[in-house]
DNA sequence: ATCTGTGTTGAC
DNA sequence: TCAACACAGATG
């Protein structure tokens, strides 16, 4: 369904045309108020009418403040709002880095290409997805967990990077792993959806040890909205089921037995597992039942990893998909240890370290 | 009470 | 695709 995610990149092809830092204009004055030129008739008016900001992506805010924003698809996908006009812009050019790739026109010079700087930067990016870009700015935390991931990535290093270029073109593919047809157990108050034995011990093998117990398995929808479910092994019944999150998913989405879930699942080293959902009548969910609104964000891009629990889950074997887990992660938001496991991603993924 | 970010529109 | 503008709803 998303095969445009693998264009959006290839698709934007404006050379590196920076708009060079549009140093013309003087800052205006906040507070919502622009420059008072006429002291007559219209000062009113005048006095509230909001700065425009000389950089693109970046709209005035009532309160002086700036906020940042990006279309695609029609749609905006705001950015959040910042103090600095040029800090809005700053999240501009890094959202429009991520969502149309290198040579997207940014308000400030880009790196260039050839640096080890840019290339770990073009690797961060890459290893999230859009979503998570935009969560990062919109919480002010990109510099941060880009710093981070570069020194984890550096100390990793023991060969030099050879760019992501290879990236973008395996990392935004899926693969469909399974469809199945919701009973009405699946979608009633049981809050459990049983995922059919062969797909389950092909696609979502549990380690032993965790069969009782479970993971918390992550699936991006087709809004870039991760889902938490919890899969695990039921002996009474025994059913491989996704339990806790469930019921959540099959509320937004008003899902009805008879409904088909989907399963997919990113070609490229991060494995992000993705869902999707269609009515019997196989009416795409995009336009189908009236839902809850569905966050204007767009495309799914893959992220990194996927996690159980909080924690980062990579394949140990990517021949038999094994799942591994790595338990010196803990629940909660990312931390150092995470940091350092997706930094080994991103290395990995540069072929700086050596896979496992 | 204040601020964010969405709804909407029209220009490009 | 993009910014201008108004303001509903979120947040403190």
Redesign the pocket.
């Known amino acids: 369904m998303d095969a445009s995610s693998t264009e959006d990149l290839s698709t934007t092809t404006e050379t590196t045309s920076t708009v060079a830092a549009p140093v013309s204009t003087p800052p205006l004055i906040g507070s919502g108020g622009s420059v008072v030129l006429d002291m007559e008739l219209g000062l009113e008016a005048e006095s509230?009418?909001?700065p425009?900001?000389r950089f693109?992506?970046?709209?005035?805010?009532?309160?002086g403040?700036w906020?940042a924003?990006?279309?695609?698809?029609?749609q905006?996908v705001?950015l959040?709002?910042f103090n600095e006009e040029h800090e809005a812009a700053k999240a501009y050019d890094t959202a429009v880095q991520r969502f149309r790739g290198r040579d997207a026109v940014t308000n400030f010079k880009p790196l260039p290409a050839d640096t080890e700087e840019a290339s770990l930067e073009a690797s961060f990016l890459n290893s999230h997805s859009k979503a998570e870009i935009v969560d990062m700015l919109?919480k002010h935390t990109y510099n941060d967990e880009l710093e981070q991931s570069k020194r984890t990535c550096i100390l990793q290093k023991t060969t030099g990077p050879d760019g992501v270029r290879s990236g973008h073109q395996s990392v935004n593919s899926r693969e469909q792993l399974f469809e199945k047809t919701v009973t009405p157990s699946d979608v009633g108050k049981l809050n459990r959806l049983v995922i059919p034995k062969q797909h389950a011990e092909k696609h979502f093998p549990l380690q032993i040890g965790n069969t009782s117990k479970g993971v918390l398995l992550h699936f991006e929808d087709i809004g870039m909205k991760v889902w938490r479910f919890r899969y695990s092994y039921w002996n009474s019944s025994q059913s491989y089921v996704l339990t806790k999150g469930w019921s959540r998913f099959v509320k937004e989405k008003n899902l009805k037995a008879g409904d088909i879930v989907s399963f997919q699942r990113s070609t490229g080293p991060d494995k992000q597992l993705y869902i999707d959902w269609k009515t019997k009548t196989g009416s795409s969910n995009t336009s189908s039942r009236p839902i809850q609104?569905v966050q204007?964000v767009q495309p799914v891009q893959p992220v990194q990893m996927f996690r159980l629990f909080g924690v980062n889950i990579f394949s140990a074997n990517t021949n038999n998909n094994t799942l591994a887990v790595d338990s010196s992660t803990c629940n909660g938001k990312r931390n150092n240890i995470e940091m350092v496991l997706l930094g080994m991603e991103n290395c990995k993924k540069q072929k700086i370290i050596d896979p496992l």
């Open positions: 509230r009418k909001l425009s900001s693109k992506g970046v709209v005035p805010q009532p309160n403040r906020g924003q990006i279309y695609e698809k029609h905006r705001w959040g709002t919109r609104p204007p």
